[in-house]
């Protein structure tokens, strides 16, 4: 089946203008996490949602980043009034439920990711 | 709160000869621990995972790693290494006592094989 699919691939925008990015999960995965990977940096947390619901958002970095996932599958993060320093490669996850970890992980599948560039 | 160090940020090995990656991690619950490999151009992929089981993992690829919860490590090894084992290595740690789902990586280690 397919994996996780983000788009664009990569995006290349100018300081100061609004960003969406693409995730679309595992189908059936209840659970989706967006991370950020700057150069030469492991992932970072922004954001997991439980179906439609935000469970944890407090890894965004400041209220510019904004992620909706409306219908419980497909989901949006958006960036406003980008800024050079959110350039990075967005990473996209799905796993087939959260749950408190170690009772029962859930292993997250992670996208391809999108690479965006401000300039 | 819960990290991961990751020792070497650059690794070089012979093929044929043995890995080692080094993670040491810090958690205020226990946790749970895995490793990560990302190839370029391609998504993370899940090598191993310790989730309070057996200390000894074992992973994909002819990987696995050790949890020592006295050194609060988590080494990653392999006995033969192979040129398609070229890539970045993360470990990652989350605590399985409740808490966020984010995964918590570490900077990561670029695993280099030369022929």
């Known amino acids: 089946g397919a994996g996780v699919s983000q788009t664009p691939s990569n995006k290349v925008t100018e300081k100061g203008k609004y960003v969406e990015l693409r995730c679309d999960p595992i189908s059936g995965h209840t659970a989706l996490y967006w991370y950020r990977q700057s150069l030469g940096q492991g992932p970072e947390f922004l954001i997991y949602f439980q179906g439609t619901g935000a469970a944890d958002d407090s890894g965004l970095p400041n209220d510019r980043f904004f992620a909706v996932r409306p219908e419980g599958s497909v989901s949006t993060l958006k960036i406003q009034r980008t800024e050079r320093g959110d350039s990075a490669v967005y990473l996209c996850a799905s796993s087939q439920g959260g749950g408190l970890a170690g009772i029962s992980y859930n292993e997250q599948f992670f996208g391809p990711g999108t690479r965006l560039t401000v300039l | ?115």
């Not at chain 2, 990656?21 to 619950?29: A, F, I, M």
């Not at chain 2, 006295?70 to 740690?93: G, I, N, Q, R």
């Open chain 2, 1 to 115: 709160a819960q990290s991961v160090t990751q020792l070497d940020s650059h690794v070089s090995v012979s093929e044929g000869t043995p890995v080692l990656l080094r993670c040491n991690y810090s958690s205020s619950y226990s946790p749970s621990l895995f490793w990560y490999v990302q190839h370029p151009n391609k998504g993370l992929q899940l090598l191993l995972k310790y989730t309070s089981a057996a200390t000894l993992v074992k992973g994909i690829n002819g990987f696995e790693a050790e949890f020592k919860k006295s050194e609060t490590s988590f080494h990653l090894t392999k006995p033969s290494a192979h040129m398609s084992d070229a890539a970045e290595y993360f470990c990652v740690v989350t605590p399985s006592g409740g808490g966020a789902d984010g995964l918590t990586f570490g900077k990561g280690t670029h695993l280099i094989i030369q022929p």
